[in-house]
């Protein structure tokens, strides 16, 4: 079965520091989004990117917060000056088309842990 | 504001039993509505997409329940299993500018004991 794979699945950085987090959607998939989820609390909205460009953004995503689809197949996060406060899990989902209903699956990755130290 | 809550925050049940979690939302315009299962420290998976016009939706013992009126929905987990133990996060997608924006809740962080 296909899937959004993810790397690294662990990074550990100190604060100041620059990280790219990397995914790799389904193939077929034309919809790519990042979300994070700090420890203990829910999923947020990062951003979501479509023909190559980003169609929206949250407050979250900020000056410090880039995202790029550099070839056919990666989509990668960055985040230039990592802070304390950046440390969470943070997904990677991806789908195929939105049908006039919206329902088109949303399949999600198992997630990059950043640490801020 | 675009909001959804779920309710409990968490429960705990034996294993063999059913159990029912919440979930009500403020989301508008709305176009569907899809509950996924979270294991601890995984991806969401999803269970059910429910649209407007669809008022409950089976997934094996996973059966989702969905009042556009009254802008609740419900899933409903019969004879559970260890394997059930995880979060439930409910999502509510928005209709916005030809795109769509998937709001999370919370969450129900589920437990079944032996």
């Known amino acids: 079965e296909p899937e959004v794979t993810q790397t690294p699945s662990h990074q550990v950085t100190q604060m100041g520091q620059e990280v790219i987090l990397r995914c790799v959607p389904i193939?077929?998939?034309?919809?790519f989004y990042w979300y994070r989820q700090i420890l203990g609390q829910k999923v947020e909205f990062l951003v979501s990117?479509?023909?190559?460009?980003?169609?929206?953004k949250s407050e979250i995503f900020d000056d410090q917060f880039s995202v790029e689809r550099p070839d056919g197949s990666n989509f990668t996060l960055k985040i230039r000056s990592t802070k304390l406060e950046d440390s969470a899990m943070y997904f990677c989902?991806?789908?195929?088309?939105?049908?006039?209903?919206?329902?088109?699956?949303?399949?999600f990755g198992e997630g990059s842990r950043l640490t801020v130290l | 504001k675009n909001q959804v809550e779920q309710s409990p925050q968490s429960l705990i049940i034996l294993e063999g039993k059913n159990c029912t979690l919440q979930?009500?939302?403020?989301?508008?315009?709305?176009?569907?509505l899809r509950w996924y299962k979270q294991d601890t420290g995984r991806g969401p998976v999803s269970l059910t997409i429910m649209t407007f016009s669809e008022n409950t939706k089976s997934n094996g013992r996973y059966t989702a329940t969905l009042d556009a009126d009254t802008k609740q929905s419900s899933l409903h987990i019969t004879a559970s299993q260890l394997s059930d133990s995880a979060s439930y996060i409910c999502v509510v997608s928005a209709a916005t500018s030809g795109t769509y924006k998937y709001i999370f809740g919370t969450g129900t962080r589920l437990k079944v004991l032996a």
């Open positions: 990117f479509y023909n190559n460009e980003i169609s929206e």
């Open positions: 979930c009500n939302y403020t989301v508008s315009p709305f176009s569907n």
């Open positions: 193939s077929n998939h034309l919809y």
């Open positions: 989902a991806s789908n195929k088309r939105l049908d006039y209903r919206g329902t088109g699956e949303l399949f």
